[in-house]
């Protein structure tokens, strides 16, 4: 993850001790100059018990006394907090209790939870079968729909958009275990937030846009805006939950300004890459006042922009302009190797084909790549 690499050189270029671990040893944040060392455990969401076995091993081994987790590996290690506290006492396990996270994972809970707080949220419907999703989209000439546990841009099906006709309803089968969220298609900007929080209080925060996304999905360039909308929020939220950890909204505002909440991910996003190492490092170990991170910083993912434009040369211009002053995610000063395993990390791909038999042709190959294994879709963690 393009946060995971980033986090990581943060906290190495601070002087921490840091330990990387990861599913597949060609994982980029696992050959920054950041990770002191780095590990290869296995996949929390097909192996969770082994997952968690090394994770005690390499506590106890490392010394570890801060567990950040990078992404939905935290609702397996949520779920087995005992056991991380046990391991070594007083280690500082930044993530909230289960029950928080899962709360505010589901789509369908959040969006409710939200309304709970007055916050807007666009009007939906949720689909715990077939009949029921068909019946739900009609209700609007221009909808979209999310998988409750879907993430990244993936499990999305639209009749508008950059998206619409990319999947047909009828791949789509809603359960009550795993439902779908139909709403009104609303136009405007994307943006994201990303906070850090202890014990409810936000101490570093940044809002940002993506001026680039990878196949209409994913951003890969990122730029800072002024939001006070989106604090206001994470503020709230934060309190309202008395979160610990690292707390990340997506947001659609329309032409009126109104940020309307889309999704919650309870752990970081590429907000944290537009925060110097200096303001992280302090937000986690001794934070004192409120920090924002102004407008106007701009991070990038290089690869995922010259793919871009290799796959779909007209885009080069626009592209360009995007990317225009943005430093690298991948590649920072005195850090290259990142890069280079950005590429070689792609053998990744292979197994995520072999794993899930899925058609090497779909579009959103990439970042489910990214997911598969360390993603949790609400079932129960053994």
């Known amino acids: 993850m393009p946060f995971a690499v980033d986090e990581i050189h943060k906290l190495g270029e601070s002087g921490y001790d840091v330990t990387a671990a990861d599913t597949f040893s060609a994982a ?15 996949a929390p969401t097909q192996r969770t018990d082994e997952f968690i076995a090394a994770i005690v091993d390499i506590i106890d081994r490392d010394d570890i006394d801060w567990l950040l ?26 993530f909230p209790p289960f029950e928080t996270l899962a709360q505010v994972h589901d789509k369908v809970t959040f969006a409710d939870f939200c309304r709970t707080l007055g916050l807007p949220v666009a009007d ?28 990244g841009g993936l499990d999305v099906i639209t009749n508008s958009g950059p998206l619409a006709g990319e999947s047909s309803l009828d791949e789509i ?7 779908w969220l139909v709403q009104e298609y609303l136009t405007g900007v994307d943006r994201c937030s990303w906070s850090v929080v202890h014990h409810g209080e936000v101490v570093l925060h940044s809002c940002y846009e993506h001026p680039l996304a990878i196949d209409d999905r994913g951003g890969i360039v ?21 979160w610990h950890g690292q707390l990340s909204f997506d947001y659609l505002m329309t032409d009126d300004g109104v940020h309307h909440m889309v999704e919650c ?48 040369p007209s885009h080069a211009r626009r592209n360009m302009a995007a990317a225009k002053g943005a430093g690298g995610v991948y590649d920072q000063p005195g850090d290259h190797l990142p890069l280079l395993y950005s590429a070689l990390s792609l053998q990744h791909v292979l197994h995520y084909r072999k794993e899930l038999g899925v058609d090497r042709d779909r579009r959103e190959e990439l970042m489910a790549t990214q997911f ?10 053994a």
């Open 173 to 179: 089968h809603p359960t009550v275990a795993e439902p």
């Open 222 to 242: 990122f730029e800072s805006v002024d939001s006070p909308e989106s604090l206001a929020t994470a503020q709230l939220v934060a309190r309202e939950l008395n």
């Open 372 to 381: 598969f294994d360390v993603s949790w879709d609400g079932s129960a963690i």
């Open 69 to 94: 987790p990078m992404f939905e590996e935290v609702f397996y290690l949520a779920a087995h907090r005992d056991r991380l506290a046990a391991a070594r006492p007083g280690i500082e396990l930044f």
């Open 124 to 151: 939906s419907i949720t689909a715990t079968d077939d009949d029921e999703l068909r019946a739900a989209v009609g209700r609007w000439e221009h909808w979209f729909a999310r998988a409750a546990f879907g993430r």
């Open 28 to 42: 980029p944040g696992s050959h920054s100059r950041g990770a002191r060392r780095h590990v290869e455990v296995p």
């Open 265 to 312: 991910n309870p752990r970081p996003t590429a907000g944290c890459t537009v925060a110097t190492a200096e303001e992280f490092t302090t937000a986690l170990f001794d934070p004192a006042e409120l920090v924002v991170v102004p407008a106007g910083r701009k991070k990038m993912i290089k690869a995922a922009v010259l793919r871009d434009v290799l796959k779909h």
